[in-house]
Nanobody
Framework: QVQLVESGGGLVQAGGSLRLSCAAS????????MAWFRQAPGQERDFVAN???????RYGSSVKGRFTISRDNAKNTLYLQMNSLKPEDTAVYYC??????????????????WGQGTQVTVSS
């Protein structure tokens, strides 16, 4: 079984920073893509960023240049460093894992394992 647990969410003022963590346990998944998605109330769950074990990363256009995804394969932990936060970044942030090797990495329907999410609130 693969279990994902997000942490690090909270309340921060606009322009501030926050670092999210996703701790994974269970089956080995080092070859899988790991990703962050987010979902604001009444909206769809949108792609934020993902990472492969080889070092390749991808970012959604709304966060590129502000967020940095990283991965520690030895610890089975995924991170999301969020800088220059904006009120529109407010959402529940979810960690996900999927057997995705190329295109459509941004499609939430292709990810097989999900955490419960952690709330990020950015005040103006």
């Amino acid at each position: 079984q693969v279990q994902l647990v997000e942490s690090g969410g909270g309340l921060v003022q606009a322009g501030g920073s926050l670092r999210l963590s996703c701790a994974a346990s269970g089956r080995t998944f080092s070859s899988y893509a790991m990703a962050w998605f987010r979902q604001a109330p009444g909206q769809e769950r949108d792609f934020v960023a993902n990472s492969w074990s080889g070092g390749t990363t991808r970012y959604g256009s709304s966060v590129k240049g502000r967020f940095t995804i990283s991965r520690d394969n030895a610890k089975n932990t995924l991170y999301l460093q969020m800088n220059s936060l904006k009120p529109e970044d407010t959402a529940v942030y979810y960690c996900a894992v999927g057997e995705i090797y190329s295109g459509n990495y941004y499609d939430r329907r292709l990810y097989e394992h999900w955490g419960q999410g952690t709330q990020v609130t950015v005040s103006s």
